[in-house]
T-cell receptor
């Protein structure tokens, strides 16, 4: 089992719709969770971090964490073509200095 | 403010040649430093991370090595490159465990 798993996609949504991106992780006591966006040929940029169960909202983005289910998700409201990118989930396993990334989900927002 | 510098942006090297990629961080002290590799169409693979000078953790056995000669300098090296070493190499830093990770601009390495 991979430490962090994401569906590679592509996930295709129409402009203005809600995009839902999902991520599961294997280390039950993982402490920190992050979502990054990566455009082709560029380095990843941080969108959101979440540390506690529940929802965290920042503008059009909402991160959701469920530690019991070992599940973290990212919702993008009012999706725009400029949101088309690969979204990477990252998890901090317990008692380590490393940050593990999933394979990423490619999102396509169609005008 | 903190900044991370990574160079070069692109590099083409023949098989069997050596490699040295350098990364430096400004505006912070004792950062946690990371090297990741991203093969074409793939996710980010953690190669090495360091929580202090001279402290290197290796995640994937391979012909690469890393060193941290100074607090804010992280170097990725190879004595002899393989075709499979091609990829997008990313240096990253953060202030400590559980903190946000910030990436450099990356080096696109092509081994021919």
């Amino acid at each position: 089992q991979k430490e962090v798993e994401q569906n590679s996609g592509p996930l295709s949504v129409p402009e203005g719709a809600i995009a839902s991106l999902n991520c599961t992780y294997s280390d039950r006591v993982s402490q920190s969770f992050f979502w990054y966006r990566q455009y082709s040929g560029k380095s990843p940029e941080l969108i959101m971090s979440i540390y506690s169960n529940g929802d965290k909202e920042d503008g059009r983005f909402t991160a959701q964490l469920n530690k019991a289910s070992q599940y973290v998700s990212l919702l993008i409201r009012d999706s725009q073509p400029s949101d088309s990118a690969t979204y990477l989930c990252a998890v901090q396993p317990s008692n380590t200095g490393k940050l593990i990334f999933g394979q990423g989900t490619t999102l396509q927002v169609k005008p | 403010s903190q900044t991370i510098h990574q160079w070069p942006a692109t590099l083409v090297q023949p098989v069997g040649s050596p490699l040295s990629l350098e990364c430096t961080v400004e505006g912070t002290s004792n950062p946690n430093l990371y090297w990741y590799r991203q093969a074409a169409g793939r996710g980010l693979q953690l190669l090495f991370y360091s929580v202090g000078i001279g402290q290197i953790s290796s995640e994937v056995p391979q012909n690469l090595s890393a060193s941290r000669p100074q607090d804010r300098q992280f170097i990725l090296s190879s004595k002899k490159l393989l075709l499979s070493d091609s990829g997008f190499y990313l240096c990253a830093w953060r202030g400590g465990p559980n903190e946000k990770l910030f990436f450099g601009s990356g080096t696109q390495l092509s081994v021919l």
